[in-house]
Every structure is written in C-alpha cells, then in structure tokens.
Antibody, heavy 118, light 108 residues
Framework: QLQLQESGPGLVKPSETLSLTCTVS??????????WGWIRQSPGKGLESIGN???????SFNPSLRSRATMSVDTSKNQFSLSLTSLTAADTAVYYC??????????WGQGTLVSVSS | DIQMTQFPSSVSASLGDRVSITCRAS??????LAWYQQKPGKAPKLLIS???SLESGVPSRFSGGGSGTHFTLTISSLQPEDFATYYC??????????FGGGTKVELK
C-alpha cells in the first residue's frame, strides 16, 4: 500500500527558506503516469496547491508562489522535495505531499505543520 | 486561472437530512471535477472523481453531478461520520489544480 510521509522543520524564521521532503513507500515514484505534488492549508482555511511534477519532467507551480518555489525528485531515494523561499507568517500552514492523477488526488501524506515565526 | 466557488460555506443539518453542496467553475471544465471530504486533523479523502464517479469504498449515500460550470455533491441521508468539510477541485488544467473554498457540514 502506497504511503507518503512529509519531513522537515516545524518552525522557520521569517525571510528564511523552507525545505520539505516527501518519502514515498510501497511503490515507486517512477511508476505509472502519476504526478507528485505539494498542497498546503493555512490554519482554519482551505486547500491551496503549491506545485507538482512528473518524476522526469518540469514542475508546475501555482502562479502566486512560482517566484518562491522549487521542486525536485530523487528517484534513488524515492523522494521528492519542495523549497519555498522568503517565508512570511502567511506561509504558516499544514503542508501535504500527495500523488496526483488527472482525475483526482488519491494519496496524501498525513501533513506537517510549518510555523513561520521569529 | 480557473476559480472554483463553493456554497454554502457552511450548512447545519440533522442526522438523516439530505444535504447538497454546490461548486461553480469560472469557466467550463466539462466533468473534470473531484470532491473531497476532510475531517479535523486529517488529510482530505477523495470521494468522487469525474464529477460523478464514486471512489471505491465510498458509501452510496454520496453522489455527484453536473458538468460545465455547475456541480453538486449530495449526501442523501446524513450520518454521524459525514460531519466534515467538503472541497471541490477542478482537474481540467491538470497538473495545475485549484480547489473550492470548502463547505463545512455541521450538526444542527
């Protein structure tokens, strides 16, 4: 059974860079036609797609975050990662990694809370 | 960007009630629409894809309909485990996806 697990710091200072990693188990990140991505949810708010990518392709980002976000895939570790620069309090959120298909998001990580505070 | 608007933002209902949630797209998306259920502290769960296809294991009291710009999620008889927040998501511009603002189903 496929599982996704986010890892990264729970607390980041304003203006710093957030780095998160998603480890995929129970299946290969290179199999199928799945995309791998990040979605966040600010406290008490709705869902916001950050970006996603095919393991061998270029990432696609939410236009509102494109200038600050990068993504990469490490097939040897079956992981994918997100970097988000110039953090502010508005970036405080639960960050989910997920496996996307063109009919829906079937698999989600459990989510990791990232707080931006000095 | 395709904007997704859900309403109502919250609905109060009793056990056994029929509940309907609406999702509107800012432009036509055919049936490229998914619905999710999210409970507090948990990741969303995919309920319906392609506007009306129930995912495996999802109770038949859930149904989805619509096409183009107007979609609905209906719970035919509300059960205790259905109190949650529901989101729609457009997939026509995959891999770029956008979500509706959510509808919270609460106990009256």
């Amino acid at each position: 059974q496929l599982q996704l697990q986010e890892s990264g710091p729970g607390l980041v200072k304003p203006s710093e860079t957030l780095s998160l990693t998603c480890t995929v188990s129970g299946g290969s990140i290179t199999s199928g036609t799945y995309y791998w991505g990040w979605i966040r949810q600010s406290p008490g708010k709705g869902l916001e797609s950050i970006g996603n990518m095919y393991y061998s392709g270029r990432p696609s980002f939410n236009p509102s975050l494109r200038s600050r976000a990068t993504m990469s895939v490490d097939t040897s570790k079956n992981q994918f990662s997100l970097s988000l620069t110039s953090l502010t309090a508005a970036d405080t959120a639960v960050y989910y990694c997920a496996r996307l298909t063109n009919w829906g998001i079937e698999q989600w990580g459990q989510g990791t809370l990232v707080s931006v505070s000095s | 960007d395709i904007q997704m608007t859900q309403f109502p933002s919250s609905v109060s209902a009793s056990l056994g009630d029929r509940v309907s949630i609406t999702c509107r797209a800012s432009q036509g998306i055919s049936t490229w629409l998914a619905w999710y259920q999210q409970k507090p502290g948990k990741a969303p769960k995919l309920l319906i894809s392609s506007a009306s296809s129930l995912e495996s294991g999802v109770p038949s009291r859930f149904s989805g309909g619509g096409s183009g710009t107007h979609f609905t999620l209906t719970i035919s008889s509300l059960q205790p485990e259905d109190f949650a927040t529901y989101y729609c998501q457009q997939a026509i511009s995959f891999p770029h996806v956008t979500f509706g603002g959510g509808t919270k189903v609460e106990l009256k």
